[in-house]
């Protein structure tokens, strides 16, 4: 069973499209991420919740919103989708706020045409 | 905002050499964390350091938490191909709610 699971992994969409990309985690950990990496591999946090509560939100355009249902769930909704939205998104998740031993999912690559 | 620099940006090795690598700071960590992202997939957590001159293995890495607590390294001994990737060094940013922050990654090639 992977601990952290995204879907779908690859997504190739054109300009302008809504998308989502969902994210499940079994570790019963109360914390989950979005991470974006970059073309050069930088890897920037995005979102984060606690127990379904919005913690952290990285000055992200309010095109991207992040949805969380239940603790083990963290999708992310992107509207208008623009080239430069092309990444590799990650979600993560910890056991609580403040642990650093992040989880990750295995990616979800977007590319935007 | 808070910055890790990382380094170097790539090695290009021979199987059985060692490796070294290291992340700097300006600003003082109470947790040094090292991960290592294989093609395709999430980074995953190989050492998390948690205390100022703290040295700690796992296999054949070792990695160190700097007295200052402004850097740490990652060693890497008897490379092996399979050690090909990007490695990370990661803090926790504790201003406001705690957040992982990365350094740019030391991307690692080894040549058999």
């Known amino acids: 069973d992977t601990a952290v699971s995204q879907t779908p992994k690859y997504l190739v969409t054109q300009m302008g499209n809504d998308k989502s990309i969902k994210c499940e985690q079994n570790?019963?950990?109360?914390?989950m991420y979005w991470y974006k990496q970059d073309s050069k591999k930088f890897l920037k946090i995005m979102f984060s919740y606690n127990n379904k509560e919005l913690i952290i939100n990285e000055t992200v355009p309010n095109r991207f919103s992040p949805k969380s249902p239940d603790k083990a769930h963290l999708n992310l909704h992107i509207n208008s989708l623009e080239l430069g939205d092309s990444a590799v998104y990650f979600c993560?998740?910890?056991?609580?706020?403040?642990?650093?031993?992040?989880?990750f999912g295995s990616g979800t690559r977007l590319t935007v045409v | 905002g808070q910055q890790l620099n990382q380094s170097p940006q790539s090695m290009f090795i021979q199987e059985g050499e060692d490796v070294s690598m290291n992340c700097t700071s300006s600003s003082i960590f109470n947790t040094w964390l090292w991960y290592k992202q294989d093609p395709g997939e999430g980074p995953v957590l190989l050492i998390a350091?948690?205390?100022?001159?703290e040295l700690t293995s796992n296999g054949r890495l070792t990695a160190q938490f700097g007295i200052t607590r402004k850097d740490s390294f990652l060693n890497i001994s008897a490379s092996i191909p399979s050690d090909v990737g990007i490695y990370f060094c990661?803090?926790?940013?504790?201003?406001?709610?705690?957040?992982?922050?990365f350094g740019a990654g030391t991307r690692l090639a080894v040549h058999p």
């Open positions: 990661a803090d926790l940013f504790s201003g406001g709610y705690n957040k992982l922050i």
């Open positions: 993560a998740s910890s056991q609580r706020l403040g642990q650093g031993g992040y989880t």
């Open positions: 350091l948690y205390k100022a001159g």
């Open positions: 570790l019963g950990h109360d914390t």
